[in-house]
C-alpha cells in the first residue's frame, strides 16, 4: 500500500510533550462544546424563519438553514438532519469546521449591535447531525443505471460526488492512494475540530447508501493511469485535492527541523499516543491561512513554550478568519506580520536553529522589502504556504491533455474538463476557496452533471480515451 512511512524524520532530534498522553487527549477535544438539548431548543427559537433566508443564500452548500432550524425547535431532530444531509451529506464535519463566522452567521439577521450575536447556526447544525437516529440509511438508491463511475480521490469532493452519483442509481469505484478515506478531514483538519474517530465515522455513514467501493492504496500517476479510467468506466471524477506543499525557495529548505505543516498534522491525526510526537519548545510557522493557524495552536496545545505565526502582510490579509486569529491569540501564539522570510540558520550539525526576515511594507499596491532584516530563533519551522497540485499525479497521455488554469485544472460550470468523460472538482479545480464546503458542493454538482450526461447517452467507457 502507497502510505508515507513517516513524515517526522526530519524531526527526529527534538523532544517530546512532557504532559501524559492522557493529559495530551484532554487538550485535543473539541474546541467548542456541543449545545445541550436545551440550549439547541432556546437557541433554535432565536431564529426568524426568514422566507428569503440570507443564512440559506450564501451557504456554499444550499442547505435549507431556516427550514433545519424549524425542525429542531419542533423537536424533530430527524428532520433537521435530513434537511441538511440532503444538501450536504458531510453536514457532521462542516458544522465543526466551516467558518460560519464569515457564512451564514455573519448573514444571519440576528447579526447586528442590538442582539450582541447571530443564531448559532454551526453548533445548531451539530445538534442535529450528532444526534438523529435513523433506523438505516436517510436515502435510498434509485433504479439502477447499469453505469459505473471511477473516481479518483475520497476526500470530501470525491466522497460527496460518490454520495450522490450512489443515489441517483449507479455504481461508484472510488480510489484512495492513503490507508484511509476522509482526505483533509482524515489527515489535514487541526485534531481538536475534528476529534477522536468522527471522521471516520462520518465516511462510515456515507458508505451506507451502497452501491460505492473504495479501492486503497491507488494512486494517479503511480499505479492508476487516466487513460485506463477512462477506458473501463463510463465516467471519471478528479478529487486530487493538492498533495504538493509549495516550497519557500531558500537554501537549506530540506534541513533537519523544516517541514511542511500539513506533513505534521497528518501524522498527529493518526497518532494513538500524543506524548511521543517530536516537539520543539520554539516553533515557528510560517503561512496566513488556517492550516498556519491550526499548526500554531496544536503545537502549543502539545506543549511548546513559544510559537509565532509569520505572515509577509498584515493581519487584515490573512486568509485566516478572525476568529482562527483569535483561537491562535487565546493559546499565545505570536501573530508576527510585515515579515518576509529571506534566510534558514543552521547550527552546526546543519539542523535548524532559525530563520532571518526581511521587514515588509506596502509601496502603492506593491509588497516591497525594506532591507532591515532581524532574526527569530527556532528549534523547528513549520511551511504552511499552500498546497498545489501534484503533477506527478497528471502524467499520463491522457492526463497532460487536461487544461490547467494556473496549477490547477479547468472545468465548465459542470465540472466538466477538456477531455470528454473527466471531469474534476474540489481544491484541485481552478474556481473556489478551498473550503471543504464548497468541496461537497463541487462533487455534488459534478454528480448531477455527471449523471445527466450518462442519461442522455454522450458518455460512453469504450469512447476513445
Request: charged letters at 25%; hydrophobic letters at 40%; a negative charge.
Amino acid at each position: 500500500m502507497i502510505e508515507v512511512l513517516s513524515r517526522l524524520t526530519k524531526l527526529e532530534h527534538l523532544g517530546h510533550p512532557t504532559a501524559s498522553k492522557e493529559e495530551l487527549a484532554s487538550r485535543f477535544t473539541d474546541l467548542v462544546p456541543a449545545l445541550t438539548a436545551r440550549q439547541a431548543l432556546i437557541e433554535s427559537q432565536r431564529c426568524l424563519y426568514c422566507y428569503d433566508a440570507p443564512c440559506t443564500r450564501i451557504c456554499p452548500s444550499d442547505i435549507d438553514v431556516a427550514s433545519f432550524i424549524r425542525n429542531i425547535a419542533n423537536e424533530n431532530i430527524n428532520g433537521a438532519a435530513k434537511t441538511i444531509l440532503q444538501e450536504n451529506i458531510f453536514g457532521g464535519s462542516c458544522s465543526r469546521v466551516c467558518p460560519t463566522e464569515i457564512l451564514c452567521e455573519q448573514s444571519c439577521v440576528r447579526n447586528h449591535d442590538a442582539e450582541t450575536q447571530p443564531v448559532k447556526i454551526g453548533l445548531l447544525q451539530r445538534h442535529a447531525i450528532d444526534n438523529m437516529q435513523f433506523d438505516k440509511h436517510p436515502f435510498e438508491r434509485a433504479t439502477a443505471t447499469g453505469r459505473t463511475v471511477a473516481i479518483v480521490g475520497a476526500g470530501p469532493a470525491g466522497l460527496s460526488c460518490a454520495h450522490r452519483l450512489a443515489m441517483l442509481g449507479n455504481d461508484v469505484v472510488v480510489f484512495e492512494s492513503h490507508a484511509k478515506a476522509g482526505g483533509l478531514n482524515e489527515y489535514g483538519i487541526a485534531k481538536y475540530k475534528l476529534p477522536d474517530d468522527f471522521a471516520q465515522r462520518e465516511v462510515e455513514f456515507l458508505l451506507e447508501i451502497g452501491g460505492i467501493t473504495v479501492q486503497y492504496g491507488q494512486t494517479l500517476g503511480v499505479n492508476l493511469k487516466l487513460s485506463d479510467l477512462r477506458q473501463q468506466y463510463d465516467a471519471v471524477f478528479l478529487a486530487l485535492g493538492l498533495g504538493a506543499s509549495r516550497e519557500l525557495g531558500l537554501t537549506g529548505e530540506d534541513a533537519a527541523g523544516l517541514l511542511s505543516a500539513v506533513d505534521y498534522i497528518a501524522e498527529l491525526r493518526q497518532a494513538d499516543d500524543l506524548s511521543k510526537l517530536p516537539l520543539a519548545s520554539r516553533c515557528l510557522v510560517i503561512g496566513a491561512g488556517n492550516t498556519a493557524i491550526d499548526m500554531a495552536v496544536q503545537m502549543a496545545r502539545l506543549g511548546a513554550d513559544d510559537v509565532t505565526v509569520i505572515y509577509r502582510r498584515g493581519t487584515e490579509s490573512m486568509s485566516a478568519t478572525e476568529h482562527e486569529q483569535d483561537i491562535a491569540k487565546a493559546h499565545q501564539v505570536r501573530l508576527k506580520t510585515w515579515a518576509q522570510p529571506q534566510q534558514i540558520l543552521l547550527d552546526e550539525a546543519g539542523r535548524v536553529r532559525g530563520m532571518r526576515f526581511e521587514k515588509t511594507r506596502m509601496d502603492g499596491a506593491r509588497l516591497v522589502g525594506t532591507g532591515e532584516s532581524f532574526d527569530i530563533a527556532a528549534d523547528a519551522i513549520f511551511k504552511a504556504i499552500g498546497q498545489s497540485l501534484d503533477a506527478a499525479s497528471i502524467n499520463d497521455a491522457l492526463a497532460v491533455e487536461l487544461e490547467k488554469q494556473g496549477d490547477k485544472i479547468h472545468v465548465d460550470d459542470s465540472f466538466r474538463t477538456s477531455v470528454s468523460g473527466v471531469y474534476a472538482g474540489g481544491d484541485c479545480v481552478a474556481p473556489g476557496q478551498d473550503l471543504t464546503v464548497q468541496a461537497v458542493q463541487h462533487g455534488k454538482l459534478a454528480a448531477a452533471a455527471i449523471h445527466q450526461d450518462l442519461l442522455s447517452n454522450s458518455l460512453s467507457k469504450k469512447e476513445a480515451a
